[in-house]
């Protein structure tokens, strides 16, 4: 497996990869990896004939307060692990490599980046379309792969993929969870005994909303008020949002049709916890 650290290096072996018809693909990642992230790199593998993944804390998604300066880094623990998978290349660029001094320009999905986590994240959106497009301009995929826990990222992914006309498929994954239903996040590392076991309570709110919803409700209304009334017990949580809305535009509906997303965030402490299901998929 090769470690790659500079933009010229990782496109000239990416291109030399893909001689004689092979397909790449890509898995971005912000390294910390779990079994979430290693399933879609067994997807990347099945599905592709090379498999690359790009491990990078990206500075310009994290607002003023976040945890950018404290989110779990392990890069020469999780590159042992992508090399045990069988990836091939590891693109792990420095900040300067991917933001050159003077760098000004944004890519930016109007309307999609300002609804759900977009919302309380002002300009995260913005962030992730850009340096996304960046790694897809670097890397040349002809498949990138991502988890179905980030919903409203992989839907302003493909519609940044649609309107620029980029030749890459978008992948997603199921979300992986523990065996309480806990959705994997490196984001969990953060939390101690406790704010685990409360941090439950976002699953419990989607199920909640996906059991009243299989039994024939279809007023959103009402699906919201039932998955919000499961924070009332939970001190610990600070409900973001619970919405329910369209999968692609991220517009919430008032009838929900099949299939709609049912997406939660919340603050267990300090730490923020999003998840989210299909209803009717």
């Known amino acids: 497996m090769k470690i790659v650290g500079?933009?010229?290096?990782?496109?000239?072996?990416?291109?030399?990869?893909?001689?004689?018809?092979?397909?790449?693909?890509?898995?971005?990642?912000?390294?910390?990896?779990?079994?979430?992230?290693?399933?879609?790199?067994?997807?990347?593998?099945?599905?592709?004939?090379?498999?690359?993944?790009?491990?990078?804390?990206?500075?310009?998604?994290?607002?003023?307060?976040?945890?950018?300066?404290?989110?779990?880094?392990?890069?020469?623990?999780?590159?042992?692990?992508?090399?045990?998978?069988?990836?091939?290349?590891?693109?792990?660029?420095?900040?300067?490599?991917?933001?050159?001094?003077?760098?000004?320009?944004?890519?930016?999905?109007?309307?999609?980046?300002?609804?759900?986590?977009?919302?309380?994240?002002?300009?995260?959106?913005?962030?992730?379309?850009?340096?996304?497009?960046?790694?897809?301009?670097?890397?040349?995929?002809?498949?990138?792969?991502?988890?179905?826990?980030?919903?409203?990222?992989h839907a302003i992914i493909r519609k940044m993929v649609r309107d620029l006309d980029m030749p890459v498929a978008i992948e997603v994954c199921p979300i992986v969870r523990e065996s309480d239903g806990l959705a994997l996040s490196s984001r969990n590392a953060y939390l101690n005994a406790e704010e685990r076991k409360s941090a439950l309570v976002l699953y419990r709110s989607l199920r909640r909303a996906q059991e009243l919803f299989q039994t024939g409700e279809r007023n959103s209304a009402k699906l919201i008020a039932a998955a919000r009334q499961e924070f009332a017990s939970e001190s610990n949580v600070r409900l973001d949002y619970f919405e329910i809305v369209n999968p692609d535009s991220l517009e919430p509906v008032l009838d929900t049709p099949s299939p709609s997303l049912a997406a939660v965030a919340g603050y267990v402490g300090n730490t923020r916890l999003i998840d989210n299901v299909l209803l009717g998929a």
């Open 6 to 153: 500079t933009i010229a290096e990782m496109r000239a072996l990416c291109r030399s990869a893909k001689l004689g018809g092979k397909r790449l693909g890509l898995v971005p990642t912000m390294g910390a990896l779990h079994e979430g992230h290693l399933s879609l790199v067994r997807a990347a593998r099945a599905k592709t004939d090379v498999a690359a993944a790009s491990i990078f804390v990206n500075p310009t998604q994290f607002g003023p307060t976040e945890d950018f300066s404290r989110y779990p880094r392990a890069l020469e623990k999780d590159c042992a692990i992508l090399e045990r998978e069988g990836v091939e290349f590891v693109f792990a660029p420095a900040v300067e490599e991917m933001y050159p001094s003077g760098a000004a320009t944004w890519v930016t999905v109007e309307a999609l980046s300002d609804r759900l986590c977009g919302k309380s994240r002002p300009g995260h959106f913005r962030a992730v379309a850009t340096v996304v497009a960046k790694l897809f301009h670097i890397i040349e995929p002809d498949a990138a792969f991502f988890g179905q826990k980030d919903a409203a990222q």
